[in-house]
């Protein structure tokens, strides 16, 4: 794996792949480990949005699955590729305050503030949309999620449309988001005409949802920026409950399962491997089908390729969990065991992930 001058890593070399015989659609997978590779991969990339077609492009949380967020054409080959229902709204990537302000009716003092301490980052913020802005884009509602991604590459190809990208994780709905170039041909191999191979994915899970138009602020979604941080910009926060469940969604991720293995998920704590096995007894699955996700209590006792260790770390954690769940589900796994998070704000958004993942 290579670094390139714009300070991207890829694991891909340039191919093209075609789902099966019936598949009339290829899916070019394009590196960007070079300058040169990294300018040919962008340009592709804005020659299809441009087109009003569909693209998969990284950006620092997960990879997303992006069109042109002004057309509403475009926007709806996003919830037909990947199955997404109409009720579940999607996210508008922006590069700078200018694009955003474009996208909403105002643009308040705090967004001001939080864009200067979280921008370009991995926070997003509801507001009231702006005319241009399609209704398929908010499910019908009267606001609109806004982010200024970090990911250069991201934000290179939003700079070169001009417009703003409506782009949800790059993967089939409700099942486990994409971090790198492989889980999105994984799952959207045939369905799309290029995914660009930014690497890894740094953050590893979707961006924090706040929700400017109430008072004061709700967290819609939690993420890696938790509520003490943006608590220590914005004042009093309100925090949505797991389960609620509003007509209108204001931001994704708000349905009860969502980011879900194939496999069943559970969520235990232990301590030590005869409790866990005794757990484990009750769900009727074979321990050759059962992996675990470890961080603290590391079973000795199962088969070494059945158990993953993350580190105790809520940073590291997050930036794994999506990756070892997808190489869970490769594995044929039937049961992911993951051992019990902390309970404190970093570990919030994470585990917010997996309580829906497990619902």
Same mark, same amino acid.
């Given at each position: 794996?290579?670094?390139?001058?714009?300070?991207?890593?890829?694991?891909?070399?340039?191919?093209?792949?075609?789902?099966?015989?019936?598949?009339?659609?290829?899916?070019?997978?394009?590196? %960007?480990?070079?300058?040169?590779?990294?300018?040919?991969?962008?340009?592709?990339?804005?020659?299809?949005?441009?087109?009003?077609?569909?693209?998969?492009?990284?950006?620092? !949380?997960?990879?997303?699955?992006?069109?042109?967020?002004?057309?509403?054409?475009?926007?709806?080959?996003?919830?037909?590729?990947?199955?997404?229902?109409?009720?579940?709204?999607?996210?508008?990537?922006?590069?700078?305050?200018?694009?955003?302000?474009?996208?909403?009716?105002?643009?308040?003092?705090?967004?001001?503030?939080?864009?200067?301490?979280?921008?370009?980052?991995?926070? %997003?913020?509801?507001?009231?949309?702006?005319?241009?802005?399609?209704? @398929?884009?908010? +499910?019908?509602?009267?606001?609109?999620?806004?982010?200024?991604?970090?990911?250069?590459?991201? $934000?290179?190809?939003?700079?070169?449309?001009?417009?703003?990208?409506?782009?949800?994780?790059?993967?089939?709905?409700? $099942?486990?988001?994409? !971090?790198?170039?492989?889980?999105?041909?994984? $799952?959207?191999?045939?369905?799309?005409?290029?995914?660009?191979?930014?690497?890894?994915?740094?953050?590893?899970?979707? /961006?924090?949802?706040?929700?400017?138009?109430? /008072?004061?602020?709700?967290?819609?979604?939690?993420?890696?920026?938790?509520?003490?941080?943006?608590?220590?910009?914005?004042?009093?926060?309100?925090?949505?409950?797991?389960?609620?469940?509003?007509?209108?969604?204001?931001?994704?991720?708000?349905?009860?399962?969502?980011?879900?293995?194939?496999?069943?998920?559970?969520?235990?704590?232990?301590?030590?491997?005869?409790?866990?096995?005794?757990?484990?007894?009750?769900?009727?699955?074979?321990?050759?089908? !059962?992996?675990?996700?470890?961080?603290?209590?590391?079973?000795?006792?199962?088969?070494?390729? @059945?158990?993953?260790?993350?580190?105790?770390?809520?940073?590291?954690? +997050?930036?794994?969990?999506?990756?070892?769940?997808?190489?869970?589900?490769?594995?044929?796994?039937?049961?992911?065991?993951?051992?019990?998070?902390?309970?404190?704000?970093?570990?919030?958004?994470?585990?917010?992930?997996?309580?829906?993942?497990?619902?």
């Amino acid at each position: 794996m290579r670094r390139d001058e714009c300070g991207v890593k890829s694991s891909l070399k340039p191919r093209a792949f075609t789902q099966h015989a019936a598949s009339p659609m290829k899916t070019e997978i394009l590196p %960007t480990h070079t300058k040169s590779l990294f300018g040919t991969a962008v340009q592709r990339a804005v020659q299809l949005l441009r087109a009003g077609e569909v693209v998969a492009l990284p950006t620092e !949380t997960v990879y997303g699955l992006a069109a042109n967020a002004l057309d509403e054409k475009a926007v709806a080959k996003i919830f037909q590729i990947k199955g997404r229902p109409e009720h579940n709204p999607i996210i508008v990537h922006v590069v700078g305050n200018d694009m955003a302000k474009n996208c909403v009716r105002n643009f308040p003092e705090l967004a001001e503030k939080l864009s200067n301490a979280f921008w370009p980052g991995p926070l %997003t913020m509801v507001l009231p949309r702006s005319k241009t802005i399609p209704n @398929n884009v908010t +499910a019908g509602g009267e606001t609109v999620g806004v982010r200024w991604p970090s990911h250069p590459i991201m $934000q290179a190809v939003i700079r070169e449309c001009g417009f703003p990208l409506a782009a949800p994780s790059a993967n089939l709905s409700n $099942q486990v988001s994409p !971090t790198n170039a492989h889980h999105v041909f994984s $799952q959207l191999a045939g369905k799309v005409a290029l995914i660009v191979d930014g690497g890894q994915s740094q953050v590893g899970i979707e /961006s924090t949802v706040l929700d400017l138009t109430v /008072s004061p602020p709700r967290i819609l979604r939690p993420g890696m920026i938790h509520a003490e941080s943006l608590a220590a910009v914005a004042g009093n926060l309100q925090l949505s409950t797991f389960n609620l469940q509003p007509s209108t969604l204001r931001s994704p991720g708000m349905l009860a399962k969502h980011y879900s293995p194939k496999a069943k998920l559970v969520i235990l704590n232990w301590r030590d491997e005869s409790e866990l096995v005794s757990q484990l007894s009750t769900f009727n699955f074979q321990l050759s089908t !059962t992996h675990v996700i470890a961080h603290t209590k590391i079973p000795a006792g199962f088969p070494p390729e @059945n158990v993953s260790v993350i580190p105790h770390d809520a940073e590291a954690f +997050a930036r794994a969990l999506y990756g070892e769940l997808h190489r869970c589900d490769a594995a044929g796994a039937e049961l992911i065991v993951v051992e019990l998070l902390p309970e404190t704000p970093e570990w919030s958004g994470i585990a917010d992930r997996l309580r829906r993942a497990a619902a």
